[in-house]
Every structure is written in structure tokens, then in C-alpha cells.
């Protein structure tokens, strides 16, 4: 079966870190495309950054360029969005997703969800 699972959300003043995992079984991370996606309450869901691939380009949504950054380490099979410089507008439930490779990342299709870590951004 496939699975993804997510971590490393929690709480944060504005302008602190996290890095969030997301841990893949069942496939490898390394033949797809990884999509990190955020719902806040009341918002709709919004891609934040996807990569395709070993080598693909990544994409990241405006407002989080230069803050954010997607990696993968293939020996771990974990898809990571690593998030500086926080600001109360990031604070959402964070999901990972995956699905066939495209390139480039943006547009394509998620099959495959985790079921979210929550961020917290807070004065």
C-alpha cells in the first residue's frame, strides 16, 4: 500500500522555523512528483512548492520564495519542506502529495495525500 505521512508542524513566533517530513512507503519518492500543499480555515487549499523527480526544477508559490525549500533524500525515502522566516499568514494545515512525474511540477496531478501536521504561527 501507499502512504504518506507528515511531520514536524507545531508552534512558532513569526520569523522561527520548521521543517516538515513527509515519509513515503510503498513507492519511491525519487519517480514522482512531490507536492506540498496548505489549508487554512475558511481558505482554500493552495500548493506551496512542488519538485519532480532527482533532478526536476522545483516550483514555489510567490509568497513563500526565498523562505521555503523543497528537498528529498531518496536514501530515506522522505520528501522535506524546509520553512524560514515564518509569518502568521503561513499558520495552515500543511499535506504532502504525490503523483505521476511531470515536469515541470506545476499543474500536475496528486493521487496520493497525507493527512497534514498543523503549523502555528503566533505573536
Known amino acids: 500500500q501507499l502512504h504518506l505521512v507528515e511531520s514536524g508542524g507545531g508552534s512558532v513566533q513569526p520569523g522561527g522555523s520548521l521543517r516538515l517530513s513527509c515519509v513515503a512507503s510503498g513507492f519511491a519518492l525519487d519517480y514522482v512528483t512531490i507536492g506540498w500543499f496548505r489549508q487554512a480555515p475558511g481558505k482554500e487549499r493552495e500548493g506551496v512548492s512542488c519538485i519532480s523527480g532527482v533532478i526536476g526544477t522545483p516550483y514555489y508559490e510567490d509568497s513563500v520564495k526565498g523562505r521555503f525549500t523543497i528537498a528529498r533524500d531518496s536514501a530515506q525515502n522522505t520528501a522535506y519542506l524546509q520553512m524560514t522566516g515564518l509569518k502568521p499568514e503561513d499558520a495552515a494545515l500543511y499535506l504532502c502529495?504525490?503523483?505521476?512525474?511531470?515536469?515541470?511540477?506545476?499543474?500536475?496531478?496528486?493521487?496520493?495525500w497525507g493527512q497534514g501536521t498543523q503549523v502555528t504561527v503566533f505573536s
Open positions: 502529495a504525490v503523483g505521476p512525474r511531470r515536469e515541470p511540477c506545476i499543474g500536475a496531478r496528486y493521487d496520493y
